[in-house]
């Protein structure tokens, strides 16, 4: 923060030594974060599970580059050490999950998405 306040300073100092008629008027500054603010709701996490056996996971991928490949191999491996395991690929289920949310409305509706497979567990891949 102290580097951005120097920054805004030492600007200032160079656009009032530029114009004469710039120092003669009085000047409000507001220092923005340049990280931005983002509000966010508290969720309370769901209680972890012991066992696979018996629930279903969901997995998620965002479209990005062989994060399917990988999820494709996660199930593989899932089932094979969890018989009963019940493995949803939403990816296949959904294609408008394939890709990155962008906004609020979208990540939301990707969740809303993914939740309706009523999932014990969902493990995301992203790729790349």
Known sequence: MHLWKTFLTAGALCLLAASPAAAELSQDWVLVNPAGVIATRLVEPAPRITSLE????????????????VLDHLAELLTKHYPSVNIVKTYELDENLNHT???????EANAKSVAS????LVIA????
């Open 54 to 69: 018996g629930k279903t996971v969901a997995l998620r991928w965002n479209g990005k580059n062989n994060g399917d490949i």
């Open 101 to 107: 949310a962008g906004n609020d409305g979208r990540s």
């Open 117 to 120: 497979v009523r999932p014990d």
């Open 125 to 128: 891949s992203q790729g790349d």
